[in-house]
């Protein structure tokens, strides 16, 4: 399949009182067409300003400062703010916000809130925009009746299905999932991650699914990468990471996880606190947490190497 998604050593900095914030620092990764790549890493590790950046919105005081990041051959950095509003976002990349179900607005229908941006963006009439709507309300599993309710007639659930239908509205190439069950009970999870499953051999939808759970990860992702303060430090088929990890911090992520049947004492937590993004240790990011530290991890950088096919990690053990 080819390639929707091509980012190649992108960096987006914030620029705050304090320092430079390294959040997203030197990443290059591709998305295949109707593939998931599920994007993993403790919280402050930079996924969800990645997810921003990716839609040419970062976050101030955020900036890309280089790189490059190709939407079906487009290259969007430094397109202007009109012209992304207008071609770019939602209608080639859309993002399920994190925790966008409650932060719709109370006061408007779901109707309302959905065709918004298909009458700004698409120029459509009223009535086509809630076709459309209703289309798409079906296809996530709800009632199309449901643009006339208002948020506060709907489950957690259901809210979580209008925001994942709104962000299909203008049929975009990717779509970014930014801890889209996290809110949610066990049960719904399970129903929220079928969904997305469906969509995406339905609509060959490709997607990053963001999220802190790797357990979540091993039902919905094709490929997996992780991230560690800023950098991403492996990458490659789901089955691999899972099963022969070959980096240290995914090693040690995947040993928090609780596997079925196994006694909760024990899991093995990670040490250590997740390193300050302005001044990040030298060398390896993760040398003061990681227990195979080695002199060389003290002074340089590993980059990402092949370790088997399709499969690359960033540590000198390799
Ligand atoms: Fe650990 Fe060194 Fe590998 Fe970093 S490069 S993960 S410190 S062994
Ligand atoms: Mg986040």
Redesign the pocket.
Known sequence: AKNVLEVKNLKMYYFTNKGVVKAVDDLTFNLKKGEVLGLAGESGCGKSSLGFTLMGMPTAPGKIVGGSIKIDGREIVGLPEDVLRKEVRWQKIAMIFQGAMNALNPVYTVGHQMIEPLLLHKGMSKDDALDRAQKYLELVGLDPEIVYRYPHELSGGMKQRVIIASALLLEPEVVIADEPTTALDVVVQAQIINLLKKLKKELGLSMIFITHDLSILAEISDRVAIMYAGKI?EIGDSEKIYYEPA???TQKLLSAIPRLHEDIERLEFIPGQPPNLINPPK??R??PR?P???Q??KEQE?ELKEVDKDHYA????L
Do not use: D, E, K, T
Not at 314 to 317: D, E, I, T
């Open positions: 430090v980096h240290p911090y060398g390896c993760f040398n990681c195979y530290v080695m060389v991890c590993p960033a540590c000198w053990l």
